[in-house]
């Protein structure tokens, strides 16, 4: 891994979805021989992907400290010793195992392809989001869902809305790796909030389709998610803690 002043021209990546737990998501990135891991809430899937294919795991992004998306660091990291944890420096004591320690603005070199780190709290004090620029991907963690957003464990309203504002203004066409499978629940209430919206009714009866076939609804996408993501829509942070409030109470 390099700084991004070093980075020579890019190489388009490989983006594989991993399937764990009950509902996350693990992410590898690779170009045919070197691989980077995005969150990953254990290890086994993802060291047993890796060999199939004879990737080397040269680092591990961590979006934010809760366990279902570091817990399989330390097994990753007694595989492939070599490998760089990249993850927020303002949160070393939950994240000891981080070698390289970042903060909002810093750029490096991935792969070939560079990366911005973005500090997006809200659902966590030191929340991080991965954008690769040239390639037109977000991984985001827990900060910006399919049609919603993370809880606000730590966070205040005014800083997932800051959060999701400036994700949102990425271009529309970036890819946006969240780590959970939550867009059919989260769609569902939606329409249920904004029941003449067209554009949420439309996007429900999609993934409705997807998620019968057992298909990811991952990824989604920075236009798909200004158009009917109400917490993206949200035109204030007292309207997102509304929301907020009224989707952490909903069981339909």
């Known amino acids: 891994m390099q700084d991004h002043a070093e980075a020579g021209p890019a190489s388009p990546l490989q983006v594989e979805l991993l399937p764990v737990l009950r509902d996350n998501y693990l ?14 809430a254990v290890a086994d899937p993802a060291i047993a992907w890796l060999k199939q294919r004879h990737l080397e795991l040269v680092a591990v992004l961590q979006t934010h400290h809760h366990s279902d998306h570091i817990g399989g660091t330390p097994a990753l990291l007694r595989q492939w010793p070599r490998a760089e944890v990249v993850a927020a420096l303002a949160d070393r004591e939950r994240i000891p195992f981080q070698t390289r320690g970042v903060a909002d603005g810093d750029r490096f070199t991935l792969l070939g392809q560079p990366v911005e780190v973005l500090e997006v709290p809200g659902h966590t004090r030191h929340h991080l989001a991965f954008h690769l620029p040239l390639q037109g991907e977000l991984f985001c963690g ?14 205040t309203p005014e800083q997932m809305h800051r959060s999701l504002q400036r994700l949102a203004a990425l271009p529309e066409t970036t890819r946006v790796w969240c780590a959970h499978e939550y867009t059919e629940g989260n769609l569902c209430w939606a329409a249920a909030q904004r029941p ?3 554009a949420i009714a439309e996007r429900l009866t999609a ?11 991952i990824p989604s996408c920075i236009g798909e998610e200004r158009r009917t993501n109400l917490f993206v829509r949200a035109a204030n942070p007292e309207e997102l803690a509304a929301l907020r409030r009224s989707k952490n109470d909903w069981t339909g």
């Open 142 to 155: 827990d900060t910006l869902f399919a049609a919603g957003c993370g809880r606000l464990f730590e966070g």
């Open 196 to 198: 003449g919206d067209g």
């Open 207 to 217: 993934v409705q389709i997807t998620r019968s076939q057992a298909g990811p609804t």
């Open 27 to 40: 992410f590898v990135l690779h170009d045919g021989r070197r691989a980077v891991v995005v969150d990953p």
